[in-house]
């Protein structure tokens, strides 16, 4: 998706100006801070997350997104194709969302010719990754092998059909979080953001802060931007896509279905 097709969207969004774009909160800069069009990606701001007052948006101008996005989207991908696509887009968003946020350790290796400096990701911190079940772990199959230092813990959310709200099934969270864990969370569709709600409350109600929480999805849609706007400024969302709007039953549109019935081959025939 361009910027420009983003212009009027999403209007009740707190807006954040930067000289790149004429949509201001959402717009092309650089994985470098200073609005450099050189890596064509999208995001909100430039800015760090620990100042911001607003949701972040990430949506990397990729073509290898793009590419498994397509992918992910068409209804003639069978199961084990659109798992795959799954789990590159998981791949490639954490790869976008680990930038600049680890924490690092410089050190020095020895090489078989000499001794180079080395930086190596801090073992002592590891990331607290959560995967929303079902579809969640389909986007970490390939990305967890990444992280150098990782801990997961699994939460599950059923949806009624009826009302769309979600209700929790399985929490494997631990009791406390430390107010600087670094906690990724990872959802393919952010549709109505009922569940990620719900989510971020039990992390703030276990001591985990907003600024250092990021999730990683496939697809969102503005009703779940607007509502993390509002109850969690300062975390950061990492996307291959924002859709356009929901359907009556809440389902992203265009988006990609049901990622957990495509995911596992449950959907009804
Ligand atoms: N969950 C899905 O699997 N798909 C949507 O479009 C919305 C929520």
Redesign the pocket.
Known sequence: MRVTELQNWPSSLPQRHCHTSAQPWLHHHSRVRGCRRRYGRVCATAEPAQKAKQLLVYAPNHPLLRHWLAVARSKMSPPPIFRAACAELGRLLVYEAAYDWLPVLESQVETPCGVADATVVDGSRPVKVIPILR?GLIMLEQAATMLPASQTFHVGYERNEETLQASSYLNKLPAKFAEDDRILIADP?L?TGGTMLQLLADLVGRGASPTYIKIVCIVCAPPALQVLNRDFPGVRVYTAMIDSELNEK???VP??????DRAFGTEKL
Do not use: N, P, Q, V
Request: no cysteine; aromatic share 8%.
């Open positions: 579809a569709m549709a809440g389902y992203i988006g990609l279905g049901d990622a957990g």
